[in-house]
Nanobody, 125 residues
């Protein structure tokens, strides 16, 4: 399994950003796919997940209504569309996948399964 994130950067509060994750080495149907983030001095937070099997999505309350996760199976890409960003969204964002047998979202207790190297998102006011 290989995951490579891109699309991070600096964005003004209220703006938008789209993160991308190039995925290879696994069948989307057999995995839960998600994004989590970690800010300095804070716990890792699962931001959003999508079941590769049935497309069911889930979002942290902190991003619900602002972020959207979606996949393009043909391109083997996972995306996180971030709208109406806030300074508290500043963090390193990671793409992660874990076998769907464990649930519809990569689990913190398994260190989120397979992870990419992360991409920095900085929101300034």
């Amino acid at each position: 399994v290989q995951l490579e994130e891109s699309g991070g950067g600096n964005v003004q509060a209220g703006g938008s950003l789209r993160l991308s994750c190039a995925a290879s080495g696994f069948d989307f149907d057999d995995y839960a796919i998600g994004w989590f983030r970690q800010a300095p001095g804070k716990e890792r937070e699962v931001v959003s997940c999508i079941s590769g099997r049935d497309g069911v999505t889930d979002y942290a309350d902190s991003v619900k209504g602002r972020f959207t996760i979606f996949v393009d199976n043909a391109k083997r890409m996972v995306y996180l569309q971030m709208n109406s960003v806030k300074p508290e969204d500043t963090a390193v964002y990671y793409c992660a996948v874990e076998s769907i047998v464990f649930g519809n979202c990569p689990r913190p207790e398994s260190n989120f399964g397979y992870r990419g190297q992360g991409t920095q998102v900085t929101v300034y006011s």
